[in-house]
């Protein structure tokens, strides 16, 4: 199968937007205009991100059928201001957004990451092979919890 790139893609179809069929029935959307990318930001609910974001997660953290069935109980807050996607956007999205608070996240997750990758490389001067999801999961396990718990991290 022959990979097309963003721009080879618009060439061929014209298609600032186009969809993609996932296996599992979902669709991917894949924008190739950077001025239609601004404007589905301002539009959450015209293609919201939290579907994929929890999908994202589910499959990272490799939680139970009962976490996946909680973590998408009313995932847009169609039926209401309830459920974890809601609740995780009010408690995760203010201290992310740029200022101090980002600012102090990044000057503890940064370093710990930097000093995991250090590790990776081997004394002799050549590379390793690390699984990288797990690595990656691993990683920003440890940092994120840190910046949350600090020296007393239970993970």
């Known amino acids: 199968m022959e990979v097309l790139l963003n721009s080879q893609i618009r ?18 959307y894949v924008i190739t205009s950077p001025e ?7 539009q959450p609910k015209a293609l919201p991100f939290s579907p994929v ?17 909680i973590a998408t109980d009313n995932i847009n807050g169609e039926d209401g201001d309830y459920g974890l996607s809601m609740d995780f956007n009010k408690v995760v999205y203010p201290p992310l957004s740029p200022g101090k608070p980002l600012e102090v996240m990044y000057r503890i997750i940064i370093p ?6 250090d ?12 699984e990288l999801t797990g690595w ?3 990683e920003l ?4 919890t840190d ?9």
């Open 11 to 28: 060439q061929q179809y014209g298609a600032p937007i186009y969809s993609l069929a996932m296996p599992e029935g979902s669709k991917l």
């Open 36 to 42: 239609l990318i601004s404007a589905v930001q301002c």
């Open 53 to 69: 974001g929890v999908k994202f997660a589910m499959s990272l953290a490799g939680s139970s059928k009962e976490a996946n069935r």
């Open 112 to 117: 710990q990451i930097a000093a995991s990758l």
């Open 119 to 130: 590790k990776l490389r081997a004394k002799n001067g050549k590379g390793i092979t690390i």
């Open 136 to 138: 990656v999961r691993h």
């Open 141 to 144: 396990t440890l940092a994120i």
């Open 147 to 155: 910046c949350v718990y600090g020296p007393g991290n239970p993970f």
